[in-house]
């Protein structure tokens, strides 16, 4: 089992639309929990991170983390074009960071 | 603040050659990582670095692989015999271990390692 999993995707998702990641973990001690935007060719950039459970907000994005059910979500409202990229969940865990594979996203026009 | 910065961003070498890498984190940032990202694969944790003090070096990494951070600022890390296996992007980042925002690390661009 990976320790950082999410789904391949892609999820398309309609200009304007809620698009919904999810990403699930195995190490009940991480700490703290990031979501990253990768775009093709590109390296990572960090969207947004949260430490407790519930909701955090940022804009358009919303980080949700439920440590008893070890799981993260990213939600991004009034998706744009510009969201279309891969977006890597990651965690980290006594200063090392693991990461999932990514969620593809495209946001179709 | 000039971010993490990684050179060469593009290598092409032949097989059985060495390659190496540097990466200049974010100037107050105390610990280093090297991560390395192929195709459809999130980032890969090669080994991270607090100050000089090398904390953890992934069992994965080949002993072919190796790190330094001689003076806690910027970072090498070179591949020996490289293997066409190895081509990949290698990704640095950098974080402020203690700082307001938590350990949240930023990473470089990318450094661009194809084998032939």
């Known amino acids: 089992q990976k320790e950082v999993e999410q789904n391949s995707g892609p999820l398309s998702v309609p200009e304007g639309a809620i698009a919904s990641l999810n990403c699930t973990y195995s190490?009940?001690?991480?700490?703290?929990f990031f979501w990253y935007r990768q775009y093709s060719g590109k390296s990572p950039e960090l969207i947004m991170f949260?430490?407790?459970?519930g909701d955090k907000e940022d804009g358009r994005f919303t980080a949700q983390l439920n440590k008893a059910s070890q799981y993260v979500s990213l939600l991004i409202r009034d998706s744009q074009p510009s969201d279309s990229a891969t977006y890597l969940c990651?965690?980290?865990?006594?200063?090392?960071?693991?990461f999932g594979a990514g969620t593809q996203v495209v946001v179709t026009p | 603040d000039t971010g993490v910065s990684q050179d060469p961003r593009h290598k092409i070498t032949k097989r059985g050659q060495n390659v190496t890498f540097r990466c200049d984190p974010i100037?107050?940032?105390?610990?280093l990582y090297w991560y390395r990202q192929t195709l459809g694969q999130g980032p890969e944790f090669l080994t991270y670095?607090?100050?000089?003090?090398?904390?953890?070096k992934s069992r994965l990494l080949s002993d072919r692989f190796s790190a330094e951070r001689p003076k806690g600022s910027f970072s090498t890390l070179e591949i020996q015999r490289t293997e066409q296996g190895d081509s990949a992007m290698y990704l640095c980042?950098?974080?402020?271990?203690?700082?307001?925002?938590?350990?949240?690390?930023?990473f470089g661009e990318g450094s661009w390692l194809t084998v032939v």
């Open positions: 980042a950098s974080s402020l271990q203690g700082g307001l925002s938590g350990n949240t690390i930023y």
């Open positions: 190490d009940r001690g991480s700490q703290s």
């Open positions: 949260i430490y407790s459970n």
């Open positions: 990651a965690l980290e865990h006594w200063g090392k960071f693991q």
């Open positions: 100037s107050e940032h105390n610990r």
């Open positions: 670095f607090q100050n000089e003090a090398q904390l953890e």
